[in-house]
């Protein structure tokens, strides 16, 4: 009984402790004269530093592509993707007969293109600045067993042959290629539109006149490959590589990858034409390759006169929690609240036009659970992990309580059990602060609800006060019953 009360009294506790610092008469307001609250508070340090990222879980249907140089750090960032193409289940097309376009005895596309279509309001840099890419063919599809991170390199892996560029292309994120009449229509997006209408060789030896030409002979030839993405990838297309060859200045997230082919058939009495159409949807793999500039890097890591968030995988901060500390002092207690912030510093190119933007929303994980939480795509739990969202110039948790009450007990559990655990889990107290983007759905009421969370793949910098010289400072709240 004494246990259920305590609960109630602790989450009424601490809503009140939110809106006044005064605890003194806590314990009296909130219970009788049989069941009274111990109020008392405590101060603590956390140490914090900057620690590479290396890199990141890489599964995601948000990919950017280009290359920049931070105007503030000078350090390099370049992103570059791989995407597999959506086919719809048991996708239809017209008779083979009614197919008007032909090439070497057999049926053909008129022509068949990928579009890159850009989300400008969330890209980086000089919309005019040109960025060419090599658009490779994958020699086999991504695998659905494996885990890809950002410093997955397609060419290494043999992914792709690196003699085989199926097509070479210049963009500019702004295309000016369409008159002022068009770009200025509503509901015009920007976009690359990559044409593949050379002439390719399947690995059947066969050459088509264009990609799309190997597409629809699949088609007609064996229409079993089309049931669905599955067959369609591992029988027809395996997926893309995008890698950047030159450019700098831009970094353009793609809002949608398309892949069409055209063709044109008879009909009973007209002429019609027609497009197959395949995406880059969530129901296909689609990853980003971070390639970061190591030194630079190296050099933000080691000034020790704050701590840095830097994406895309790039640098995170790590925060090691005084854990025994704040279980020791007060032995008996029971642990109501502890809060921290984390304040930005501001940089001095705040005035600049193409300073990095500051992370809106970090993610606090454990650190032995850094890699677990994104592969497993969990959401924040209140216990091993939290959110917190820039506000007032800071990231600000305001109750990690369970997280601290957490790692002590882990380490009673280990310690107990073996009494080398802290040298084999030398991290137990750390946590590691992770900018992260999230999609939100709506639920029956009509409010947004965090649904998935992942690495933010885009580019952001932020410093923070910190350091092994700057320590960060923990509020606790502890409270007991009288006797």
């Known amino acids: ?33 049989t069941d009274q609250l111990d109020m008392s ?63 070497a005895n057999g049926v053909a596309a008129d022509s068949c293109e990928i579009i890159l279509y850009f989300n400008k309001s969330e890209s980086y840099g000089d919309s005019l600045a040109p960025v060419k890419l090599d658009i490779y063919e994958l020699n086999e599809p991504m695998s659905d067993m494996r885990r890809y991170y950002s410093n997955f390199d397609p060419k290494s892996e043999g992914y792709v042959k690196t003699s085989d560029v199926i097509k070479s292309h210049v963009f500019t994120m702004a295309n000016l290629t369409y008159k002022d009449s068009i770009r200025n229509l509503s509901g015009y997006t920007d976009c690359a539109r990559i044409c593949l209408n050379d002439s390719y060789t399947g690995k059947n030896g ?161 650190k032995d659970s850094l890699h677990s939480f994104f592969e497993q795509e969990k959401l924040y739990d209140q216990i091993c992990s939290y959110s917190a969202t820039l506000t007032n110039n800071a990231y600000t948790f305001s109750n990690i309580g369970n997280l601290i009450t957490h790692m002590q007990q882990l380490r009673i559990k280990g310690v107990n059990e073996d009494p080398n655990w802290l040298v084999k889990h030398p991290d137990w107290n750390k946590v590691v602060l992770v900018p992260i983007s999230t999609t939100s759905t709506k639920d029956s009421y009509g409010n ?17 006060v910190g350091g092994p010289n700057s320590p960060i400072q923990i509020n606790v709240i502890y409270a007991k019953f009288k006797k």
Do not use: W
Request: net charge negative; with cysteine.
């Open 1 to 33: 009984m004494k246990l259920r009360l305590f609960t109630a009294i602790a989450f009424t506790a601490m809503a009140i402790i939110s809106c006044n610092e005064d605890t003194e008469t806590i314990g009296s307001s909130l219970t009788g004269h």
């Open 206 to 366: 066969i050459t088509y006149n264009n990609y799309g030409t190997h597409i629809m002979r699949n088609f007609y030839e064996h229409p079993e490959y089309f049931k669905n993405s599955y067959t369609f990838i591992h029988n027809v297309c395996p997926g893309f590589f995008f890698e950047v060859n030159d450019g700098l200045g831009v970094m353009a997230k793609l809002a949608e990858i398309s892949m069409n082919v055209y063709y044109h058939y008879q009909g009973d009495t007209t002429v019609y034409y027609g497009v197959m159409n395949m995406s880059a949807t969530p129901e296909v793999l689609q990853t980003t390759k971070i390639t970061n500039d190591q030194k630079a890097l190296a050099r933000l890591v080691a000034d020790e006169s704050c701590t840095y968030l830097k994406t895309p995988a790039g640098i995170f901060t790590e925060v090691t929690l005084p854990v025994e500390d704040i279980s020791q002092s007060h032995v008996g207690d029971s642990l109501l609240s502890a809060s921290l912030s984390f304040q930005r510093q501001n940089s001095k190119f705040q005035d600049s036009d193409y300073l990095l933007q500051t992370p809106k929303t970090i993610l606090m994980v454990q």
């Open 448 to 464: 947004n609800t965090v649904s998935a969370i992942g690495n933010n793949m885009g580019l952001s910098s932020t410093q923070l």
């Open 41 to 103: 508070t405590g101060v603590f340090h956390a140490i914090s530093r900057s620690i590479f990222a290396d890199s990141v879980y890489a599964h995601s249907s948000t990919s950017y592509i280009g290359k920049i140089k931070d105007p503030e750090t000078g350090a390099y960032v370049k992103s570059e993707f791989m995407t597999q193409f959506n086919m719809l289940e048991n996708y239809r097309m017209p008779e083979k007969s009614k197919i008007l376009g032909s090439y």
